[in-house]
């Protein structure tokens, strides 16, 4: 049994979020036992120590970037980290955008070869395509794949918090990318890319704009920028040969809505479909909405204590969602 003392000790540097005290302190309950013969169990305290401290060293680059991005600690809204266990095969991309994204994977992971004989791997992504069609996800699946972390940078919410001030906090962001491997992902591009329109100071946007292109053109880190955007139609051509390569999303084909359905339907008892009757009700809705209604769906099996789900339910959940959007 751990002393009184002990567990003070542990929650103590708990609280005062000192984790290198916490682990010693750990290490000294694991000694403990073990010379009480537990051995066992000082095995096991010892390996979730060093489980502990691997995690704590991923997440460390993490806080690094937060203090450099935002040392009033407004990280939330400038610099925002997410984590997914999510795989690209997890996810429904038609053939050709599945090897796009596959071969900035491969190129990634061949980094030193690549280098070695001069060749510059692609690094300088475009995404484009309509709103819930997979930019953020694809973004979050590659930055698992490469086991880095993704940082998403909202240029719109950037630049209407700091107006004035915003061409200085992206340059802490870009530090934080040359020192700090990782994905940084640029969403809502077109606030920066498109520069026609009349609200906001449009000068200060060029600033941050021509600033942005710099960076991405000078880089020398190997750390993955992603500039997103609903819409690719309003940017400028002339941006489009700034990137390594162009990936464009769009709304999913009869493939690809069966597939987003029948992995969504995977765990849950459903009938034979009649496709037919699903595809039409589907059609012109992004894979944000067809998984939003079939989640409908299933919900409505579960809450009236039905066995299955039938087309039924699933035609009239997506015939709503296309109702509500006004197709
Ligand atoms: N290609 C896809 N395969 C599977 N699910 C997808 C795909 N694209 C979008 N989704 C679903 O829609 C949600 C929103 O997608 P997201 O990547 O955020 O869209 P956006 O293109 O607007 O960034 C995802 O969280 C996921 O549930
Ligand atoms: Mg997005």
């Known amino acids: 049994m751990p002393t009184a003392s002990q567990i003070k000790a542990l929650l103590s540097s708990h609280s005062a979020g000192d984790a290198e005290r916490f682990h010693a302190v750990a290490l000294q309950m694991a000694a403990a036992e073990a010379r009480k013969g537990h051995q066992k169990l000082a095995d096991e305290i010892r390996e979730l120590v060093n489980k502990s401290r691997r995690n704590a060293q991923s997440g460390n680059i993490r806080q690094k970037v937060h203090s450099l991005a935002a040392p009033q600690g407004e990280a939330g809204e400038l610099l925002e980290a997410s984590e997914s266990h999510l795989r690209l095969s997890d996810l ?33 992504l475009l995404f484009t395509g309509p709103p819930g069609c ?10 698992n794949e490469l086991r880095l972390p993704l940082f998403v940078v909202r240029l719109d919410s950037l630049i209407s918090r700091y107006l004035g001030e915003s061409l200085s906090k992206l340059l802490l962001i870009f530090d934080a990318a040359e020192k700090h491997r990782a994905v940084y992902l640029f969403d809502e591009f077109d606030s920066i890319g498109y520069t026609r329109d009349a609200s906001g100071d449009v000068g200060e946007m060029r600033r941050v704009l021509n600033a942005f292109l710099v960076f991405i053109e000078k880089m020398k880190s190997n750390s993955l920028i992603i500039a997103a955007t609903n819409y690719g139609q309003r940017l400028d051509q002339a941006l ?31 009938e034979e479909f009649d496709w037919k009757k699903i595809e039409p009700a589907a059609k012109e809705l992004s894979y944000a909405e067809i998984t939003r ?8 099996m579960i809450i009236h204590d039905l066995n299955m789900v039938t087309d039924k339910a699933l035609v009239r959940a997506l015939s709503e969602r296309r109702m509500n959007l006004r197709l």
């Open 92 to 124: 429904v991309l038609e053939d050709s955008l599945r090897e796009r994204v596959e071969r900035i994977v491969q190129e990634q992971k061949n980094l030193s070869k690549l280098k070695e004989r001069n060749l510059r791997p692609r690094q300088r």
């Open 134 to 143: 997979g930019k953020t996800i694809t973004a979050s699946a590659l930055a």
């Open 240 to 270: 489009f040969r700034r990137f390594d390569d162009l990936v464009e999303f769009g709304l999913p084909e009869t493939p690809q809505i069966r597939q987003t359905i029948k992995r969504l339907l995977r765990d849950v008892e459903n």
């Open 293 to 300: 209604a079939t989640e409908e769906a299933i919900k409505e």
